[in-house]
């Protein structure tokens, strides 16, 4: 499964849209971008997957470059409760995820 | 979605004692998985554990330390081995949806003392 990297640490301020990107240029055609976040020491939170096509649902947005080399994970009004590390992982058609170091999100009052 | 419980949510071992770590899906699932995550750290797969079959351990987990069972399409343990407090993390189970997303349970945190 291709590695991905995203940036340690971001801030946002309440209310605005939060940005997250991700880098995964070893990607392949049949690999998929999957989105979880991890509010302190709670279990994973799924949030949202996409392969090319942008995706979007209650809880976020994905967007994914034509070449599928990197993609943004949009929270498009950021509330406290989104303070969190988020987490980008590419996979394919095996079972596992591999968790990277992720991004922590704060947003700010 | 599937709903995960797990059992302890918590608990202070001594070294040199094993504790089984129980998980609870509300549904029958295929796949479910095992995680260790060490303070500061992110997640680390340990094993996957199909029913019906023996578990698959990441390199670095073995069966003798990590043991699972699953007994069947709702339940699996993991059992923490002769613990040392290098073992103390927080074990999380997992279990695959239709999309081949995963969904967590809460978590164990575990202190080796």
């Known amino acids: 499964d291709a590695k991905t990297t995203q940036p340690p640490s971001m801030d946002c301020a309440e209310g605005r849209a939060a940005n997250l990107p991700c880098n995964h240029s070893?990607?392949?055609?049949?690999?998929?971008v999957y989105w979880y976040r991890q509010i302190h020491s709670q279990g994973p939170q799924y949030i949202i997957h996409?392969?090319?096509n942008n995706e979007t649902n209650e809880m976020a947005s994905l967007i994914i470059t034509e070449d599928r080399k990197s993609s943004t994970l949009i929270l498009p009004h950021a509330t406290l409760r989104d303070t969190a590390v988020y987490y980008c992982?590419?996979?394919?058609?095996?079972?596992?995820?591999?968790f990277g170091t992720g991004t922590s999100l704060t947003v700010i009052p | 979605s599937a709903v995960i419980s797990q059992k302890p949510s918590r608990d202070i071992c001594q070294r040199g004692t094993s504790l089984t770590i129980q998980c609870q899906v509300d549904?029958?699932?295929?796949?479910m998985f095992w995680y260790r995550q060490q303070p500061g750290q992110s997640l680390t797969l340990i094993a996957t554990?199909?029913?019906?079959?023996?578990?698959?351990?990441e390199s670095g987990f073995v069966i003798d330390k990590f043991p699972i069972s699953r007994p069947n399409l709702t339940f699996s343990t993991l059992t923490v081995s002769n613990m040392s407090p290098e073992d103390s993390s927080i074990y999380l189970c997992?279990?695959?949806?239709?999309?081949?997303?995963?969904?967590f349970g809460p978590g164990t945190r575990l202190t080796v003392t």
């Open positions: 554990a199909n029913q019906g079959s023996e578990a698959t351990y």
């Open positions: 996409g392969l090319k």
């Open positions: 997992s279990v695959e949806g239709q999309a081949y997303e995963q969904y």
């Open positions: 992982i590419v996979k394919g058609r095996s079972n596992q995820f591999y």
């Open positions: 070893t990607i392949s055609g049949n690999e998929y």
């Open positions: 549904s029958q699932v295929t796949m």
